[in-house]
């Protein structure tokens, strides 16, 4: 019974897959085997790329590493054969980076860097450069925060820049561009100004802006407790529409992409301890999945609604979670989620909001989102081991675990048969290993 069960499971993964990458398909100008922005291709952590490694250490199936100046939790982007990440050029943040490697040799092609003469406020763990960049259209577009958001050459000459305002936070700035046709959509945030806003990739113009309440100051709602969000939006269809998602520090709101309209919004971020987002939503079969920050609830709303559709189309909500800040991935209608404290896997059923497994086999908290080649799933710690399992929503099953000896928040980018890491103090290509 249990080799029937597991290959039912694999069949559904394959079928998912094949799906998605119809659905899929057209919302991407990435080249196949690309990862050129948060979250990958399709901004939901899965590649459909073969080649991807199973194995590997600090030491073996490593083709190159290169050395970067200052720890920060911003992901890699790899797309046409160089790899993108951010990083500071000093510990107050005052020069603010974007690094370009050549993806087959580690070679640094060009850096681009931006002065700003003022010390923001952030927290220990959150490093300055904290952003992930995003690629299309032979276009790199990074946000640096208060610094701006800037648009280059994949040579690296700059085409534009944008001065969105100051984003003043005690814990900093984290939320990534992402790219849609030909708009850069960005949750501008946090700080005492909040608002989703989108610009033309071509000239960095506003096509769009949607303001965001800020109760508080910015770090704090009007009762004190904590306020903000981190979270990268998600692109999503429904009906013949194609809106964005933004987690937002009280609920989620879908925009028009082209638009800016809102179709629809479900309260139920925040909690008690505080108003917070910090992973990007999840779609899993016409489901949004979501889990607020700071131990809040997690959620699962409908995507086919219009208006306030908290009370139509949220399905469930379940209150206290564990400490949730990677964002999870899809697999059919479960979501696999990294959690950061206790340092567990879970595998949850957005249709009901059971959890289905939990385990600890990462042994470590996970501040970096789960990536999926096929039916694998790499989870990773902020101690640099990833565990490599199984889609199986039955048990937890591990196929191997690989440890790079240095710490990291950064979620790799799987692309062109390897895997990047951003670590405290490097950039790695793994390869080799298929398994």
Known sequence: MGGVLHQRAIFRTLLFAAMAAVCWGAMTTAEAGDWPQ?????????????????????????????????????????????????SAEDPQGLRRSLYCFDAATGERKWVATVDYGQVMPTHKTNPYCGTTPAVADGKVVVWHGSAGLYCYSLNGEQLWKRDLGEFKHIWGYGTSPIIHDDLVLLNSGPGKRLFAIAVRLGDGSTAWQRDEPV????????????????????????????FAIFAMPTRLVA??????????????????????????????EGVCFYT?????????????????????????????????????????PFVYRPNAGPGTIQCIDVRTG???????????????????????????????????????????????RNSLDEGTNATPALAEGAIFFRTANHLWCIGGDEG
């Open 354 to 400: 059971r959890v289905r497994w939990t385990s600890r086999g990462a042994g470590g908290n996970m501040w970096a989102s789960i990536v999926r080649a096929g039916e694998r799933l790499y989870a990773t710690t902020q101690e640099g081991t990833t565990v490599v399992f199984r889609a199986n929503p039955q048990e937890y099953v591990e196929l191997a």
């Open 215 to 242: 109760p508080g100051d910015g770090s704090h709602n009007a009762a004190g407790a904590y306020f903000g969000t981190w979270s990268t939006p998600v692109i999503a269809r429904s009906g013949g529409r194609t």
């Open 292 to 332: 607020g920050g700071f131990r809040g609830p997690m959620l699962a709303v409908r995507i086919d609604g219009e208006g306030d559709v908290t009370s139509t189309k949220r399905l469930w909500r379940i209150e206290q979670q564990p400490q949730s800040i990677g964002s999870p991935v899809a697999v059919g």
């Open 255 to 284: 925009y028009d992409v082209a638009t800016g309209k809102e179709v629809w919004t479900c309260d139920g971020v925040n909690h008690p301890q505080g108003d917070l987002a910090y992973a990007s939503p999840t779609i899993a």
């Open 38 to 86: 948060f979250r990958g291709p399709r901004r939901d952590g899965a590649t459909d790329a073969p080649g991807v490694p199973l194995r590997w250490s600090a030491t073996n199936n490593v083709r190159w590493k290169a050395p970067l100046p200052h720890p920060a939790n911003g992901s890699p982007v790899v797309a046409s054969g160089r790899v993108w990440v951010t």
